[in-house]
């Protein structure tokens, strides 16, 4: 499985330190709210909000350098639109590495 990094982050901010601790704090953030809207809407059934939680949090994927997993949840928010959860545990596997990752940060 692939890690978490801050690698575009890195691209992004340049030299400017400032704007680097700025994309962090807000992931630090952000994160852990859609996170967890996210799972209230997966305890709800209402696979169509959960959808719209995945799209939104496949930029935060995007955004730690996770290539590869954002086709995964890209795929899965397909799946939550035609009410299937095929992927959901590695869905959910991917958010505790970024969740995590970021924490440490």
Known sequence: MEQPN???????SGDNIEFKKKMIGILKRELPEE???YQ???????FLLAA????????KVSIL????SYYLAETFEENLKNNAT???????????AMHKFVEAL
Request: hydrophobic share 30%; glycine share 2%; charged share 30%.
């Open 35 to 37: 996170i967890e809207t």
């Open 52 to 59: 719209q939680s995945v799209h939104k949090l496949k930029h």
């Open 40 to 46: 209230n809407q997966m305890k709800s059934n209402n």
């Open 6 to 12: 801050t690698s575009y982050i890195d691209q992004l």
């Open 86 to 96: 095929d992927l959901q545990t590695d869905f959910e596997t991917l958010l505790k």
């Open 65 to 68: 350098g996770l290539e590869k």
